[in-house]
């Protein structure tokens, strides 16, 4: 039972954040909705900022880790999984999550020049998914399915990086229509610099579709 109530202190926080950001999560607005004491809620979490450190290691640090980590399940065909990870970005897009951004970017912006050990943890996120995507790029390089001068790591700062200017941008103009534009014109960019042929011809045509 404790250990549902954390978990739901958790979501519901994180769901806040996800919304407007963590400067304008209202703990005690979130301590009603949930039906719970204050004394319960400062028992698992004393400060904002140690419920801030938990949502990072508990619920955002997994999620960007599942992401990337799809392009790692085979030793093969890793420049067909990127592809198809960067057309689900598309697909998943709706206007909600539009009109949010990228929870990650938002508190990279938000946080880190406002708490050193948010922006640390922040960090280990970033890390963790260079890491998967350098590891990704350079197994594909291995199976020439990119091409073999690609430096792994910028590459996979600059994907990342870019993704998140997409939301971003898409954030500000309040329009899916955009992210889809700017996501295709990264999947042409990359197929010029990364690519060392095509995915696949039906992936491809169903990414300029």
């Known amino acids: 039972m404790k ?24 703990t005690d607005k979130e301590i009603q909705n949930l039906g719970i004491s204050k004394g319960a809620f400062y028992h698992y979490f004393p400060t904002k900022l140690e419920l801030g450190y938990a949502i990072i290691d508990e619920i955002i640090k997994p999620m960007y880790e599942s992401k990337w980590s799809v392009l790692l399940e085979h030793d093969t065909h890793t420049a067909h999984r990127l592809w198809d990870l960067i057309e689900k970005e598309k697909n998943d897009a709706t206007d909600t999550r539009i009109s949010r951004g990228d929870v990650l970017y938002n508190l990279m912006l938000e946080m880190s020049g406002v708490d050193t050990k948010f922006r640390l943890k922040l960090d280990e996120v970033l890390e963790i998914q260079v890491k998967i995507l ?26 990342i990086g870019q993704l998140h200017g997409c939301y971003a941008i898409a954030k500000t103009r309040a329009s899916r229509d955009v992210f889809v534009s700017m996501v295709n014109a990264l999947q042409k960019q990359l197929m010029e610099v990364l690519y060392a042929k095509d995915p696949s011809q039906e992936i491809v045509l169903v990414g300029r579709a």
């Open 3 to 26: 250990n549902s109530t954390r978990q739901n202190i958790l979501k519901k926080c994180f769901e806040a954040i996800e919304k407007g950001g963590f400067e304008a999560l209202r």
């Open 134 to 159: 350098q590891k990704a790029l350079l197994q594909g390089k291995n199976n020439q399915e990119f091409k073999s001068g690609m430096d792994s790591r910028s590459m996979a700062y600059m994907l």
